[in-house]
């Protein structure tokens, strides 16, 4: 009897092998990308008919499964609502029926711990603001969505990846990332449709562990893991939690990584573009350029407070930024407080969801209005000294004689063209001579509409340099930057002597 029971048992082990079977991405509650193809998936038994109906249409979509059962449908989407909808999906003589389904924009945010970080924090690491986030967060219930991807690192890639969809409630959204969630709430308010982000993150992952096995077994270090641990293994990442949802259609990526690549600022430029085109390759949808909108590296110990490896590294995501087609890298430089020197989990995640969605709404949505692009240094020229510059001059260890009119260093930027937040007490810049020794200059705004179409531009004198040769500000591992332009943003960090 217990042989003939194990037999039964069996047979319908097999044969719920080839039920109707799909990812959690594709459930109860998702977010669907609108006004596109979005893609669907799933498993029955090989060859068989599948067919999707979906409530805001009266097509009927039908797919045959292959050798392995594996199906895709595309499906139209309408523009977006906060009307739910319904998706039913038949085969293999099963139905599964989709409720609460909602069509918004759907965005990727990957990358390391500072990604993956809850709204409710890490231990002794708040989210600033996350109390009064978390309490209001209900009035988001009909318009915010987010799926959290288990990590997962096996050594092949899987074909499932584990998270399903959440509404925003107080309950949920203590486990949603802070980032990804600060940037859905601002991108909702104002462009007014559902936002639906997908956090596929792992705390300490390097960027070699978003990247296949092919790809890495061509560099010099192939698959030689950092160190012993399994975020900083290579691939797995990719193995487990990315590539299984590979195709979602989507409306781009967000991504905030990089402690664990610092010091290998080269190595990475090329990597991250690779990993940015391997990706937009592997969602294959027709604009095959998917924006990637990165942050920049926070202000940290990284070992020596005063060290450059971390500066040479934001620098090098800045040019990935430059360089890369439909890319963009949000400063954070000001966003770090001084006690904040030794945690590398700022708590101030809403400015940062904040501007990844400023850039998102002025250069994939149009709106016109916002400021999203940070300043950046442009040129420098030396002028004569004007009053406040001699006065500064004066006495100095550069001063020839006490009739010498002196000169200034100006300094011009791009994306300021409403001048900066203060005049004065202008701090983080420091200049060097023929001897490449930096010193503390004193730095101030000023503007001249007629020398410059910019008009706004800052002015330096370095007491101890006798003739100014090269500039930096805030180029170090931990100097929060405390100069922004009109609206808030910040100077991104930079040096002039690369």
């Known amino acids: 009897m217990k042989k003939y029971l194990s037999l039964i048992l069996l047979a319908m082990a097999g044969l719920n092998v080839n039920a109707l079977e799909l990812p959690d991405i594709i459930g109860q509650d998702m977010m669907l990308q609108q006004r596109t193809k979005a893609k669907l998936w799933g498993w029955v038994q090989p060859k068989s008919d599948v067919t999707v109906e979906v409530s805001w249409n009266n097509v009927s979509y039908t797919a045959k499964a292959d050798n392995d059962g594996r199906w895709n449908i595309y499906v139209d989407t309408p523009q977006a609502s906060y009307e739910t909808q319904t998706v039913t999906i038949k085969g293999d003589g099963e139905t599964v029926r989709l409720s609460n389904v909602l069509i918004g924009e759907v965005w990727f945010c990957s990358g390391q711990s500072n990604m993956e970080m809850p709204m409710k924090g890490f231990w ?11 309490a209001s967060s209900g009035k988001y219930k009909k318009s915010i969505r987010c799926a959290t991807i288990e990590r997962k ?21 203590t486990e949603f990332s802070a980032c ?7 991108l909702t308010d104002i462009i007014d449709v559902p936002v639906g982000i997908i956090n596929c993150s792992w705390g300490g992952s390097c960027v070699e562990g978003w990247l296949p096995k092919e790809i890495l077994l061509t560099y010099p270090d192939k698959l030689v893991p950092m160190d012993d641990t399994d975020y900083h293994k290579k691939m797995v990442m990719y193995n487990g939690m990315l590539y299984p949802l590979a195709g979602y259609t989507i ?6 990584q990089g402690e664990s690549n610092v010091g290998k600022e080269k190595e990475y430029i090329e990597r ?33 407070p005063d060290g450059d490896w971390a500066a040479k590294f934001r620098e ?37 969801g904040q501007r990844l969605a400023w850039m998102a709404a002025t250069r994939d949505y149009g709106v016109k209005g916002i400021t999203a692009e940070a300043p950046e240094f442009d040129f420098m020229r030396v002028m004569d000294a004007d009053e406040l510059g001699k006065t500064i001059i004066a006495g100095s260890s550069v001063a020839k004689n006490k009739n010498d009119k002196g000169k200034v260093t100006c300094l011009y930027f791009k994306n300021c063209v409403e001048g900066f937040d203060r005049l004065t007490d202008i701090e983080g810049f420091e200049a060097s001579g023929a001897d490449g020794v930096y010193h503390k200059a004193v730095v101030w705004a000023a503007s001249d509409w007629r ?14 340099v006798k003739e100014v040769k090269n500039v930096r500000y805030c180029f170090k591992n931990f100097k929060p930057g405390k100069l922004h332009d009109t609206r808030g943003l910040p100077i991104v960090p930079f040096r002039t002597d690369k």
């Not at 690192?153 to 959204?173: L, R, S």
């Not at 990804?180 to 601002?186: L, N, P, S």
């Not at 890319?327 to 904040?340: A, H, K, N, R």
């Open 124 to 134: 002794n690491c708040p989210v600033e603001g996350a109390g009064e986030a978390i």
């Open 153 to 173: 690192g096996p050594d092949e890639p899987q074909k499932k990846a584990f998270g399903k969809w959440k509404t925003c409630t107080p309950e949920n959204v």
């Open 180 to 186: 990804g969630y600060f940037f859905a709430t601002t």
């Open 251 to 256: 409306k781009g990526f967000l991504w905030n």
């Open 272 to 304: 991250f573009s690779t990993m940015t085109r391997l990706w937009r390759e592997m969602w294959n949808q027709p604009n095959d350029k998917l924006p990637m909108y990165t942050v920049e590296l926070p202000p940290y110990d990284y070992g020596n």
């Open 316 to 352: 090098a995501q800045h040019q990935i930024a430059s360089q890369l087609d439909n890319s963009g890298c949000v400063c954070t430089s000001d966003l770090i407080y001084p006690y904040e020197k030794d945690q590398i989990h700022g708590a101030q995640k809403r400015q940062i």
């Open 451 to 464: 020398t410059q179409p910019q008009g706004c531009f800052l002015k330096l004198v370095c007491p101890e």
